[in-house]
């Protein structure tokens, strides 16, 4: 079994700053590309940046700057340093990671269960 765990959501006001984390657990044999997306209410889920295991990442272009991912291969852990953080930003982040568990013959896409940030204005 894999899970995703996030932390780090929050209530913080706008030009505040929060890091979010998540730790893969389970029987996990290899993790490739980690990444976080966002869905705020009446909205799609975005994709907010992902990082490879070689640690090259990719952002939305919108929060170039103001985020930053990075992960931690050791731990199985990703992070998102949000920085600047306006109203806009407020969405439940999920975490998401290509996993090769070790039952697995296969690559599998796993999500965490989401972390709540709000934004005020």
């Known amino acids: 079994q894999v899970q995703l765990v996030e932390s780090g959501g929050d209530l913080v006001q706008a030009g505040g700053s929060l890091r979010l984390s998540c730790a893969a657990s389970g029987s996990i044999l290899s993790i490739n590309g980690m990444g976080w997306y966002r869905q705020a209410p009446g909205k799609q889920r975005e994709l907010v940046a992902t990082v490879s295991r070689s640690g090259s990442a990719n952002y939305l272009d919108s929060l170039k700057g103001r985020f930053t991912i990075s992960r931690d291969n050791a731990k199985n852990t990703v992070y998102l340093q949000m920085n600047s953080l306006k109203p806009e930003d407020t969405a439940v982040y999920y975490c998401?990671?290509?996993?090769?568990?070790?039952?697995?013959?296969?690559?599998?896409?796993?999500w965490g269960q989401g972390t709540q940030v709000t934004v005020s204005s």
């Open positions: 998401n990671a290509v996993i090769h568990a070790r039952y697995s013959g296969s690559w599998v896409d796993y």
